[in-house]
């Protein structure tokens, strides 16, 4: 278990109760079997995974990877497999990003910007990352029905929701980053073997 600077436990990225899975024998690493020539833009659209399972989310609010707190730039630096959010494919192992990780980058970036602790020069990239964030909740939309919160009503006295206890059916994320380690350890192995 990870642990912060005031020794919480850091919640590990871990499975969820799993509501749909296809599974089929292929073997690693899977992009492997992918035709494309990886040339310019003749890449597959997703990342190469088997299936992903289908998990439950219910939203509940976390001390964990706040705006003003001490330990947050911390905290969301930890959201990253090893590789940053980046996967290596192709016979070269080409480089490209994952717009899940690309997500969680944008959030941190707006972290950094609304704390005050990020580097002014990097305030562009806060206005791109809003914008980005915006296409892909659009890309994706959740419709999840979220009923009025009593707790915003009491507590701001105004009618709103704040999602809390709402569960959603989600894909599975710890099999996006269990994917993403192998093809790390996979990209570090393939660099041995041509240092060598």
């Known amino acids: 278990m990870l642990l912060i600077a005031n020794s919480e436990p850091l919640p590990q990225i871990q499975p969820c109760k799993r509501v749909y899975c296809e599974t089929q024998s292929i073997p690693a690493p899977f992009y492997a079997h992918v035709s494309a020539a990886w040339l310019g833009n003749d890449f597959p659209e997703e990342f190469p995974m088997h299936p992903i399972a289908k998990v439950k989310l219910t939203v509940e609010d976390s001390t964990h990877l706040q705006i003003l707190d001490d330990a947050a730039t911390h905290d969301w630096s930890r959201v990253f497999p090893s590789s940053g959010g980046y996967v290596y494919l192709d016979p070269h192992r080409r480089k490209f990003a994952l717009s899940m990780f690309h997500s969680m980058h944008c959030l941190g970036q707006l972290q950094s910007a ?56 989600c894909r599975d994320w710890s099999q996006v980053y269990s994917s993403v380690e192998l093809n790390w350890e996979d990209y570090q192995a393939w660099l041995n073997r041509t240092h060598e």
Do not use: A, F, K
């Open 114 to 169: 609304l704390s005050g602790t990020g580097n002014p020069i990097e305030r562009p990239s806060s206005h791109h990352c809003m914008n980005y964030l915006r296409l892909l909740i659009m890309c994706q939309p959740d419709l999840t029905l979220e009923p009025m919160s009593r707790h915003v009503h009491d507590e701001r006295h105004v009618n709103g929701v704040d999602g809390l206890g709402v569960t959603h059916t």
